[in-house]
């Protein structure tokens, strides 16, 4: 089982920046699919963006499509989210998910370890 620990969140104002990153444990996830979801209270987790195992490969939700850039490091065992243009919906909880030696997907269900997720809030 892989552990998945994300940082970088916090608080910053509407258009600024922020870089999450996601630090895998355990074992490699060279070969895993990749995700960033999030969570509002009161509301269901959301997929953002999802990666290839090779990074050659990547899709994101509308609402982020154009502000939000996924990307890896392998060699790290690490994942990034670079977060810029950022907008008060943008306030969430954000987790990281692998999916071991799978594609990229928009579903939950398909990834099998999460992280504990790293707090976002933009305020306007």
């Known amino acids: 089982q892989v552990q998945l620990v994300e940082s970088g969140g916090g608080l910053v104002q509407a258009g600024g920046s922020l870089r999450l990153s996601c630090a895998a444990s355990g074992r490699t996830i060279s070969s895993d699919a990749m995700g960033w979801f999030r969570q509002v209270p009161g509301k269901d987790r959301e997929f953002v963006a999802t990666i290839s195992w090779s990074g050659a490969y990547t899709y994101y939700a509308d609402s982020v499509k154009g502000r939000f850039t996924i990307s890896r490091e392998n060699a790290k065992n690490m994942v990034h989210l670079q977060m810029n243009n950022l907008k008060p919906e943008d306030t969430a909880v954000y987790y990281c998910?692998?999916?071991?030696?799978?594609?990229?997907?928009?579903?939950?269900?398909?990834?099998?370890?999460w992280g504990q997720g790293t707090q976002v809030a933009v305020s306007s």
């Open positions: 998910a692998a999916r071991r030696q799978g594609s990229t997907s928009i579903l939950q269900s398909v990834y099998d370890s």
